[in-house]
């Protein structure tokens, strides 16, 4: 924070200051004659390529910043190979200071992919997102092989490296997808198959 004193800018202390329902600023002592300029920008920074890219989702684990969504890029950072043409889904770590990528990955087939949710711990990244490709990867004892077409996926990732933990398709088409408690997960969508369990 800071005011602007004789054409200078003076420094205000502040800190976040947050409720039970609510958060705000501290600040220290100021002129309150003058406009105070609380500017709470912490990091920002820009990521992609050459083609299109939309983040979609965004989680926290540790000191770790998750950033996940569609790329098109064949020079998207981070992999060193490039997303596919049509779009593949990405996930992404970075520091809190979005210096730098630690980690990067694809995920995707032949056709179109991406990350529409995810959630983020300790032991594992999740994510949900659309799916077009027959081709697209999954583990063994998945519920789904990669036969789905027009429909979705749910991908477990782990949270240092980005591996794929487990992976499968899902008829659905799946919008979020919340934490449960040890290694379950709740991931909600929407569907038109009568025949849906």
Same mark, same amino acid.
């Given at each position: 924070a800071y005011q602007v004193l004789g054409g200078r800018k003076s420094p205000v202390s502040v800190s976040y200051r947050t409720g039970e329902s609510h958060y705000g600023f501290s600040v220290g002592d100021y002129d309150r004659s003058l406009p105070l300029v609380i500017d709470p920008l912490l990091a920002s920074s820009y990521l992609g390529g050459k083609g299109n890219e939309t983040a979609y989702a965004l989680g926290v684990a540790g000191e770790d910043i998750f950033i996940a969504g569609t790329a098109e890029s064949a020079d998207f950072p981070g992999t060193g190979q490039g997303a596919g043409r049509l779009g593949d889904a990405f996930v992404l770590r970075v520091g809190r200071d979005l210096a730098a990528i630690k980690a990067a990955t694809f995920i995707g087939g032949s056709l179109t992919e991406g /990350?529409?949710? +995810?959630?983020?711990?300790?032991? #594992?990244?999740?994510?949900?997102? @659309?799916?077009?490709? *027959?081709? *697209?990867?999954?583990? $063994? +004892?998945? #519920?789904?092989?990669?036969? /789905?077409?027009?429909? #979705? *996926?749910?991908?477990r990732l782990d949270p240092v490296t980005l591996r794929m933990i487990s992976s499968t398709s899902? @008829?659905?088409?799946? *919008?979020?997808?919340?934490?449960? $408690?040890?290694?379950?997960?709740? /991931?909600?969508?929407a569907t038109a198959d009568p025949s849906f369990p």
């Open positions: /990350v529409r949710d +995810m959630t983020a711990d300790g032991s #594992a990244i999740t994510i949900v997102g @659309h799916n077009s490709s *027959f081709d *697209f990867p999954t583990t $063994p +004892m998945a #519920a789904y092989a990669g036969s /789905v077409v027009s429909g #979705a *996926f749910i991908t899902f @008829h659905p088409n799946l *919008f979020a997808v919340a934490g449960g $408690p040890g290694d379950s997960v709740f /991931v909600a969508g």
